[in-house]
């Protein structure tokens, strides 16, 4: 048999949750916003010419694009770096490169002391002048972009920069 | 009178009575120290929570100010180093005192029943230090900030499944930027506080609202006033010691303006988490280990603490509890000593920290002059000593020494002071030096002219006074109003020039290059930013070395450096800059 009381206890219990779950909604919208925006879509962008790199000796390029970061947008800035490797004559590819961030935990990776392969100055990550990884501490070797030659006789080096997930073994874009 | 408004004040909100419940409740006797360390630890918050106060009155939480801020705190304002320090020491003090805490209830046994709602509290209350300390180290948005969060929410990131989402979640996008400051100091500000004021309150009502005694056996007296000297005297001291910390290192260091760019910053975490960070290192290919497993099982051994002592006979629940505990504090103790002791024997570490120490001096140096209304990052991003130097190093040294510095094996003039009398004096006097012409021998031709020439040292003196008055012309002005010019036609070096040099040099005419002995670069505004950028972007133009073969010539940097790197870089071979301090600016140190 219900009575008055269970009614308004009913009543009560619905009116506050149902105000909870509404006024819940919106905010976590709001939190999760960052979750709904792309990434930006990039282009090939011209770093160098063949010529300019010697076999072996990497060296790094600034990208240097626009940025929109939330509301503000910045001039053309240097908004990450890669290395380029010139291969030795003959090799398939003439020119492999690298984003500079790690895929350990995303800090910027250097060359290393004795110039021979490239290191991490956060955890240590090693890698070779190949990309590959050298210790244990990156989950993957150093992530290769895509480059791109022009016909000249001392072609143009242009590189699609992008971002990859850190912390993986795989390598995933990261949107 | 003042007892009518208390019994007031009682009837309508029975606030005295609380207070007296609270100051009057049973305290062991035999416990004094071991309880003070308790107010010494809501004291180091207290403190927090009234210098935070006073820095958001200051700081601006946005990525293109907050840096500019928290210097003008550190360096300009009366008192703001003191007040930040105190800020930042005070958390270590919470951090420290959290944890001793923590291990003093361990040995008490006071995550047994009736208190376990006290051990909760208290683990609860130094999880919410450590949170703020990770959010509030973001804040400043300096090198050491900035780094710190990008390794910090990467780890996150590693979380299975969502790792990913919530990384993207704390930064507020996919890169760090506008929304990961906004968000951290949402959390620094606002949330971690009112849940620690909600902790102390729950604390508060455990006191005042107590049901039964601890221990019947134990004797007690009222905590005030002997037990609340003894918590005010070790509050003291812990406050003393915070000021002495913060007078003694002259508060805390402030790093260069966070740099997305920087490609060797070594990130470190606060000292806290060099455990943790040493333990990301160790477990190299299983950081999991480090960033869930190990802070996963701490955390839920506290918190599930109370229900397995409770489960066990007393003794071997103690003596789990002890063990848990030690070897908490001994791996913490150790892994800080040996990540400490690792930076301090890596030679790379030193390197790198000394840059970014000399960055971080000079951002302080340019700061006082103001910080440009476009944000932080052009402190440094438009010095030309920072900034050119660092565009050389990356993009020229390749091939041009720079004041003897090289990088491999050098392939042209080393620019040092390129564009000045210097630079001009120094070639005229030997144009085969390794510092001029004699890495390149395909530019022979100062070479060629020097074997015939017979200027005394005077007269070549009086010639690069002339060449270096070239870096002055006003763009505007054409080269033929330049040679009408009393100013030129007078000067000293006039004739000399135009006997000796226009043989080869055209002097803004390069059509007229066809007649000269020699191709050679135009040298009209030659060393001035326009002669000099433009050799920058484009070295094939007619007016420069258009005249050399493809595989002789300095390669075009038009794409790869923006307007400002270009400047920037002019200026720095110029030497043109704010001169850095001889000795170094009183800064903090970085430890």
Redesign the interface.
Same mark, same amino acid.
């Given at each position: 048999m219900p009575t008055r009381r269970g009614f308004y206890r009913f009543l009560s219990m619905l009116g506050g949750n149902t105000v909870a779950i509404a006024m819940a909604v919106p905010g976590v919208r709001f939190?999760?916003d960052?979750?709904t925006?792309k990434?930006q879509e990039r282009n090939l962008?011209?770093?160098?010419?063949l010529?300019?790199l010697q076999p072996g000796?990497p060296?790094?390029?600034?990208i240097?694009e626009e940025k929109q970061?939330?509301?503000?947008k910045y001039p053309?800035?240097?908004?990450?770096?890669v290395w380029l490797v010139r291969q030795p004559d003959g090799a398939k590819e003439k020119v492999l490169a690298f984003s500079?961030e790690c895929p350990?935990?995303? *800090?910027?990776?250097?060359l290393s002391?004795d110039r021979q392969g490239f290191?991490c100055? *956060?955890?240590?990550a090693m890698f070779g002048l190949d990309g590959a990884k050298k210790?244990?501490?990156?989950?993957r070797g150093m992530d290769g972009l895509e480059v791109d030659l022009s016909d000249d006789?001392?072609p143009v080096i242009s590189v699609r920069f992008a971002?990859f997930?850190?912390?993986?073994a795989e390598k995933k874009s990261?949107? | 009178m003042l007892n009518n408004i208390i019994a007031w004040l009682d009837d309508r909100t029975a606030l005295p009575t609380i207070t007296r419940r609270f100051l009057d409740r049973p305290v062991p006797v035999n416990k004094r120290w071991g309880h003070a360390l308790g107010f010494a630890l809501l004291t180091t918050l207290i403190v927090d929570l009234i210098t935070g106060l006073l820095l958001m009155t200051t700081y601006s939480p946005s990525s293109t100010m907050a840096w500019g801020s928290v210097y003008y705190i550190t360096y300009q304002m009366d008192a703001g180093w003191f007040v930040r320090g105190l800020h930042r020491y005070a958390s270590y003090g919470a951090v420290i005192l959290g944890g001793l805490y923590l291990f003093r209830l361990v040995l008490v046994g006071a995550y047994r029943a009736p208190k376990e709602m006290h051990w909760w509290l208290a683990s609860a209350v130094l999880l919410l230090i450590l949170v703020a300390g990770v959010s509030g180290n973001v804040l400043p948005w300096d090198q050491r900030g900035y780094w710190a969060a990008i390794v910090e929410t990467n780890m996150a990131g590693g979380t299975p499944i969502i790792g990913p989402m919530l990384k993207k979640v704390i930064l507020g996008g996919s890169q760090a930027g506008s929304q990961t400051l906004t968000r951290f100091y949402g959390l620094h500000v606002a949330l971690i506080p009112s849940l620690m004021l909600f902790c102390g309150w729950v604390f508060a009502m455990l006191f005042v609202f107590r049901r039964r005694a601890d221990d019947e056996t134990v004797l007690t007296e009222p905590y005030w006033p002997h037990q609340s000297c003894c918590d005010i005297a070790l509050a003291s001291l812990t406050v003393a010691l915070i000021c002495a910390l913060t007078v003694a290192t002259h508060g805390y260091s402030l790093d260069a303006p966070a740099d997305p760019s920087s490609d060797d910053y070594p990130a470190r975490p606060e000292w806290y988490f060099l455990p943790l960070n040493l333990l990301v290192h160790e477990m190299a290919g299983r950081e999991y280990i480090a960033t869930m497993v190990v802070p996963g099982v701490a955390t839920t051994g506290l918190f599930l603490l109370p229900l397995v002592a409770k489960l066990l006979p007393r003794k071997l629940g103690s003596a789990l509890a002890f063990l848990f505990i030690s070897t908490l504090a001994i791996a913490a103790l150790s892994l800080t000593g040996t990540a400490i002791y690792r930076d301090f024997e890596s030679t790379s570490y030193r390197i790198a920290r000394e840059k970014a120490d000399t960055a971080r001096d000079r951002a302080i140096q340019l700061a006082r002059d103001g910080i440009p209304p476009e944000g932080d990052s052009y402190v440094l991003s438009r010095d030309p000593l920072h900034h050119g130097g660092k565009m050389f190093e990356k993009k020229c040294l390749g091939c041009h020494p720079f004041g003897g510095q090289v990088q491999g094996e050098p392939s042209a003039p080393d620019l040092k002071d390129f564009g000045t009398r210097t630079w001009i004096r120094g070639l005229l006097e030997k144009p085969t030096s390794d510092a001029y012409f004699g890495k390149v021998p395909i530019l022979d031709g100062m070479k060629t002219w020097k074997e015939s020439s017979k200027l005394s040292p005077a007269e070549l003196d009086a010639i690069a006074d002339f060449v270096a008055t070239f870096a002055t012309i006003d763009p505007e002005v054409s080269p033929a109003d330049w040679y009408a010019a009393p100013t030129t036609k007078n000067h000293p070096g006039y004739t000399l020039f135009q006997k000796n040099c226009v043989d080869c040099h055209t002097m803004g005419d390069p059509s007229q290059a066809e007649k000269k002995t020699q191709p050679s670069p135009d040298l009209f505004g030659w060393g001035s930013p326009r002669w000099t950028s433009r050799m920058i972007k484009n070295p094939s133009r007619s007016t420069h070395y258009g005249h050399l073969e493809a595989d002789q010539k300095m390669p075009a940097f038009a794409d790869q450096l923006t307007e400002n790197d270009i400047s920037a870089l002019v200026r720095y071979i110029r030497g043109d800059y704010t001169p850095p301090p001889p000795p170094a600016p009183v800064a903090p140190t970085s430890k």
């Amino acid at each position: 048999m219900p009575t008055r009381r269970g009614f308004y206890r009913f009543l009560s219990m619905l009116g506050g949750n149902t105000v909870a779950i509404a006024m819940a909604v919106p905010g976590v919208r709001f939190l999760l916003d960052p979750l709904t925006k792309k990434g930006q879509e990039r282009n090939l962008l011209s770093l160098a010419r063949l010529s300019q790199l010697q076999p072996g000796k990497p060296q790094a390029f600034s990208i240097i694009e626009e940025k929109q970061d939330a509301w503000v947008k910045y001039p053309k800035e240097p908004v990450g770096s890669v290395w380029l490797v010139r291969q030795p004559d003959g090799a398939k590819e003439k020119v492999l490169a690298f984003s500079a961030e790690c895929p350990h935990l995303s *800090c910027s990776v250097t060359l290393s002391n004795d110039r021979q392969g490239f290191q991490c100055p *956060c955890h240590g990550a090693m890698f070779g002048l190949d990309g590959a990884k050298k210790n244990a501490v990156s989950p993957r070797g150093m992530d290769g972009l895509e480059v791109d030659l022009s016909d000249d006789p001392d072609p143009v080096i242009s590189v699609r920069f992008a971002r990859f997930q850190p912390q993986s073994a795989e390598k995933k874009s990261l949107a | 009178m003042l007892n009518n408004i208390i019994a007031w004040l009682d009837d309508r909100t029975a606030l005295p009575t609380i207070t007296r419940r609270f100051l009057d409740r049973p305290v062991p006797v035999n416990k004094r120290w071991g309880h003070a360390l308790g107010f010494a630890l809501l004291t180091t918050l207290i403190v927090d929570l009234i210098t935070g106060l006073l820095l958001m009155t200051t700081y601006s939480p946005s990525s293109t100010m907050a840096w500019g801020s928290v210097y003008y705190i550190t360096y300009q304002m009366d008192a703001g180093w003191f007040v930040r320090g105190l800020h930042r020491y005070a958390s270590y003090g919470a951090v420290i005192l959290g944890g001793l805490y923590l291990f003093r209830l361990v040995l008490v046994g006071a995550y047994r029943a009736p208190k376990e709602m006290h051990w909760w509290l208290a683990s609860a209350v130094l999880l919410l230090i450590l949170v703020a300390g990770v959010s509030g180290n973001v804040l400043p948005w300096d090198q050491r900030g900035y780094w710190a969060a990008i390794v910090e929410t990467n780890m996150a990131g590693g979380t299975p499944i969502i790792g990913p989402m919530l990384k993207k979640v704390i930064l507020g996008g996919s890169q760090a930027g506008s929304q990961t400051l906004t968000r951290f100091y949402g959390l620094h500000v606002a949330l971690i506080p009112s849940l620690m004021l909600f902790c102390g309150w729950v604390f508060a009502m455990l006191f005042v609202f107590r049901r039964r005694a601890d221990d019947e056996t134990v004797l007690t007296e009222p905590y005030w006033p002997h037990q609340s000297c003894c918590d005010i005297a070790l509050a003291s001291l812990t406050v003393a010691l915070i000021c002495a910390l913060t007078v003694a290192t002259h508060g805390y260091s402030l790093d260069a303006p966070a740099d997305p760019s920087s490609d060797d910053y070594p990130a470190r975490p606060e000292w806290y988490f060099l455990p943790l960070n040493l333990l990301v290192h160790e477990m190299a290919g299983r950081e999991y280990i480090a960033t869930m497993v190990v802070p996963g099982v701490a955390t839920t051994g506290l918190f599930l603490l109370p229900l397995v002592a409770k489960l066990l006979p007393r003794k071997l629940g103690s003596a789990l509890a002890f063990l848990f505990i030690s070897t908490l504090a001994i791996a913490a103790l150790s892994l800080t000593g040996t990540a400490i002791y690792r930076d301090f024997e890596s030679t790379s570490y030193r390197i790198a920290r000394e840059k970014a120490d000399t960055a971080r001096d000079r951002a302080i140096q340019l700061a006082r002059d103001g910080i440009p209304p476009e944000g932080d990052s052009y402190v440094l991003s438009r010095d030309p000593l920072h900034h050119g130097g660092k565009m050389f190093e990356k993009k020229c040294l390749g091939c041009h020494p720079f004041g003897g510095q090289v990088q491999g094996e050098p392939s042209a003039p080393d620019l040092k002071d390129f564009g000045t009398r210097t630079w001009i004096r120094g070639l005229l006097e030997k144009p085969t030096s390794d510092a001029y012409f004699g890495k390149v021998p395909i530019l022979d031709g100062m070479k060629t002219w020097k074997e015939s020439s017979k200027l005394s040292p005077a007269e070549l003196d009086a010639i690069a006074d002339f060449v270096a008055t070239f870096a002055t012309i006003d763009p505007e002005v054409s080269p033929a109003d330049w040679y009408a010019a009393p100013t030129t036609k007078n000067h000293p070096g006039y004739t000399l020039f135009q006997k000796n040099c226009v043989d080869c040099h055209t002097m803004g005419d390069p059509s007229q290059a066809e007649k000269k002995t020699q191709p050679s670069p135009d040298l009209f505004g030659w060393g001035s930013p326009r002669w000099t950028s433009r050799m920058i972007k484009n070295p094939s133009r007619s007016t420069h070395y258009g005249h050399l073969e493809a595989d002789q010539k300095m390669p075009a940097f038009a794409d790869q450096l923006t307007e400002n790197d270009i400047s920037a870089l002019v200026r720095y071979i110029r030497g043109d800059y704010t001169p850095p301090p001889p000795p170094a600016p009183v800064a903090p140190t970085s430890k």
